[in-house]
């Protein structure tokens, strides 16, 4: 093995133990990178338009806040009601599993039914859920007990948009600057495979991000139609579940479907629920993914449960932010290697 290449694998060694040992405070300079990141092309379309980088990514940042802004005011108290209404429909839930799931689990499938506490679980499910029923109730009991997980907290959200803005601001001198770190001889296919990384986060940032986005708002809208009171709660989950490939629509369609029996107690309103997600998923299938994504990911669904439960158990919640973006550039140097293996003489000889 070359020197040169001992201390490329000595540096990422350390620069990936590095990474473990400071993933706890990594959190809101990963949020800021990735806002740069989205934002970074809108502000050189403004800058195409005449105006100063600085200008641009203020514009930007304005508008990135006026939309977080109104989404919070619009969705916390939406969300707060429904958390509320499903809090109270856990004692109904509970009294259904307990009178029709449990005794067919029963006799086809030998289930002891002494293994659940029906009273036990009903107990522990309407205290946790109960504590989450009003957001204001929980801020105040939360500072008062964790003073300094509040601080914490509100220290990292600052820290998002000031990160954000000052790397919108020298993101091109960012990328240049990288770009000059990089030896001479490997700058060339650096750059290539750093394009090739561009490409596929894009797709997958840009893209994918729209995908959730758009189901969770079409999942949300059409439950809200047929009066499911807990729509908005069941779109927001089975928008973020999206990420995994069918994992949204199983996990979605099975809460709505419970949801559905215990409010209207009708079998109808089940199968338009089950409507519902087959008309939605058949329009991401066939319209979403293929138009906002394409196939630039190339990621297995299997790789992509493997890469989210890897990323949260080697770095926590930090992991399960980074997971995907690295399991799509760690695919995207695989299949550098794998080109120059089909032209190698190993490859070749017979």
Request: aromatic share 10%; charged share 10%.
């Amino acid at each position: 093995m070359e020197k040169n290449q001992l201390l490329v694998i000595i540096g990422l060694a350390l620069a990936s133990a590095l990474l473990y040992l400071l993933s706890p405070i990594l959190t809101p300079f990963l949020v800021g990178i990735l806002l740069a990141y989205l934002s970074d092309p809108l502000v050189k379309k403004l800058m195409k338009m005449g105006l100063s980088r600085t200008i641009g990514v203020c514009i930007v940042f304005l508008f990135l806040f006026i939309i977080v802004f109104l989404l919070a005011l619009l969705l916390i108290p939406l969300i707060e009601v429904q958390v509320q209404t499903l809090v109270n429909m856990i004692p109904t839930v509970v009294e259904w599993l307990q009178d029709s799931i449990i005794p067919v689990m029963k006799e086809y499938f030998g289930f002891n039914e002494a293994l659940i506490n029906v009273a036990s679980l009903k107990a522990i499910l309407a205290g946790n859920w109960a504590k989450a029923g009003s957001t204001a109730d929980w801020l105040v009991t939360t500072a008062l007990h964790s003073g300094l997980t509040i601080l914490e907290w509100a220290f990292n959200l600052i820290l998002i948009p000031v990160v954000t803005f000052y790397l919108l601001c020298d993101w091109t001198k960012f990328v240049k600057g990288i770009q000059n770190l990089l030896p001479r001889n490997i700058e060339p296919t650096a750059m290539k495979l750093l394009s090739e990384c561009d490409e596929v986060l894009s797709a997958f940032f840009r893209g994918q991000l729209l995908v959730m986005l758009a189901l969770s708002v079409m999942y949300s809208i059409s439950l809200t139609l047929i009066g499911l009171q807990i729509s908005l709660i069941i779109g927001i989950i089975a928008g973020l579940a999206s990420i995994v490939p069918y994992l949204g629509f199983i996990v979605g369609v099975s809460i709505a479907t419970v949801a559905a029996l215990i409010q209207f107690h009708s079998f109808s309103s089940v199968l338009l629920v089950w409507a519902i997600f087959v008309i939605i998923h058949a329009i991401e299938n066939m319209f979403l993914t293929p138009t906002l994504v394409g196939t630039k990911i190339g990621l297995h669904p299997v790789a992509v449960i493997f890469a989210i439960l890897a990323g949260g158990c080697l770095f926590g919640f930090f992991g399960v932010l980074v997971a995907l973006p690295v399991a799509a550039v760690i695919m995207v140097f695989l299949r550098h290697l794998h080109r120059k293996y089909r032209k190698s003489e190993l490859y070749k000889s017979e």
